[in-house]
């Protein structure tokens, strides 16, 4: 067992990971604007993977709000739709860690989060704007988040294995 | 073999779950697909702006302007449909939307308030089963 001051500065230096990689993603031209590859999410997932679900919501408050902080985003309707997703995406990932990593493994984890990432965006930007047809973008957001969510989550599998223990 | 092609058998860390997980949503992908490539064309346009709604004939080519919250943002109606083409809003992502031409389709500007949908020649039918 870690002890908590090595535990503490372990998720201190996740969350930090986390906010560089969110601003950094903003800044990164995209080839398409829907694909965000979400590479904020990488420490997300390695705070859940070995530190539990009450880290990797941590990680992620303080990933969206020094995040939004730094790139000016923070309080835009962007923001909010961005930050109800990744509350979405953690606890969808948290519930699917819970069921046993025999179950889901990291790349399984990587799915759930992006996927539901990308329709918690839609949902909010439904209620937002009010307008259904929205949802014609919805197999386009789908893809993107088994696409991202597979990447993200090998690259989980890959960091967690080298890094904990 | 070499640790690096090792690393590369990903497919050995997918649990069943996973499988399972990437079968189901790839087959709602295909289905949303299939179910889009089937939508016709659409004929007419209608705009929504603060408030304001205006319909357009997509055969009648035009470049209109219209003020939002963020400033102008410039709709052009073309051969290929319609599209936003400038906007003076952050992202970008409704001139990034390019053309669209299809029945129910839609381009969205959350910063500048604007919707655009394509409908077709009668009321907006999705579809018709014989």
Redesign the interface.
Known sequence: MESSTRRLTRIGLLAAAAVVLFVFEGLAPRPLPWMKLGLGNLPVMLALMGYGPLAALTVSVLKLFIGGLLSGSLANPAFFIGAGAGMFSWLVMSAARALGRSIFSAVGLGIWGAVTHQLAQLALAYIYIGQWGMWTLLPVALLGGLISGILIGLLAHWVHDRSVQ | MSRAFK?LQ?LS??????RV??AV??L??GG??GV?LRKEEGARVVI?SEGDTQIFDMADHAIRSLQGPKGVSEVEIGSLGIRMRTSSCR???CV??GWIRRQ???I?C??N?I?M?IQGKRAAVDAVSR
Do not use: N, S
């Not at chain 2, 860390?13 to 996973?18: A, F, R, V």
């Open positions: 690393e990903w860390i997918l649990t069943k779950g996973d997980l990437i949503i790839a709602a992908i949303l697909y889009e929504r992202f970008q992502r990034h939307r129910g389709d839609m969205v959350i910063p308030r919707v949908t």
